[in-house]
């Protein structure tokens, strides 16, 4: 019997998201980390905005961050006001580059699960209980970590945070290919 390359891609897709599937949650975190929320005290600590918070504009497109990187001090409290000027939906989330490996696979199983079209959050998938599907235990299917937020074309959205830790750390849209593409920057934490 001769299958058609046709087929044979689409079973080496469904074996793929199968293993997925039926991977164990800890193999969507990275080592030390458990769950969604990868381990974000080692980075710093989400933080209310106040009159001292120092602001930093964001603008994100399809494939990029301007600026591409944002120098920080150990210990400041900084609001990000993050725009969407693309034509796909975007996330901003910082990381480690560890942390953004484990989050890319999350992504790539909301986006199989159709919690997540290219263009936005299918609020109806989202609102379903996934509580039993490996590596989406406790996670908020409205993606909205204290180190991250999902921003819909034409939207802006703000992540305020404490950079308690000096470590290497990234900004990063983990939608499948999009940190492949060059949607990554640099936090540069300085003591």
């Given at each position: 019997?001769?299958?058609?390359t ?10 793929t998201?199968?293993s997925?599937?039926a ?5 969507f ?7 969604h ?19 930093v504009?964001?603008?994100?497109g399809?494939n990029?961050?301007?600026?591409n990187?944002?120098?920080v ?8 006001v ?22 890319q696979k ?5 986006m199989?699960?159709?919690?997540l ?7 109806e998938?989202?609102?379903m ?9 406790g996670?908020?299917m409205t ?8 921003i819909?074309p ?8 404490k ?12 939608i ?5 593409s ?10």
């Amino acid at each position: 019997m001769r299958l058609h390359t046709r087929t044979l891609s689409t079973v080496a897709a469904l074996i793929t998201g199968a293993s997925l599937l039926a991977a164990p949650a800890a193999a969507f975190a990275a080592p030390g980390e458990a769950g969604h929320q990868h381990g974000t005290a080692a980075i710093g600590e989400p933080a209310k905005a106040t009159a001292k918070t120092r602001t930093v504009q964001i603008t994100m497109g399809d494939n990029y961050y301007e600026p591409n990187s944002v120098q920080v001090k150990a210990g400041e409290t900084v609001r990000f006001v993050v725009t969407n000027k693309g034509e796909f939906l975007h996330e901003f989330n910082i990381g480690t580059a560890a942390m953004h490996a484990a989050h890319q696979k999350e992504m790539a199983v909301m986006m199989e699960h159709g919690m997540l079209t290219p263009t936005g959050i299918n609020k109806e998938m989202a609102n379903m209980d996934h509580s039993r599907m490996p590596g989406m235990e406790g996670t908020s299917m409205t993606h909205d970590d204290p180190n991250s937020v999902l921003i819909e074309p034409g939207k802006a959205r703000e992540l305020t945070w404490k950079f308690t830790k000096n470590a290497a750390l990234e900004f990063a849209c983990n939608i499948p290919g999009h940190y492949e593409s060059g949607m990554v920057g640099k936090v540069d934490v300085q003591r």
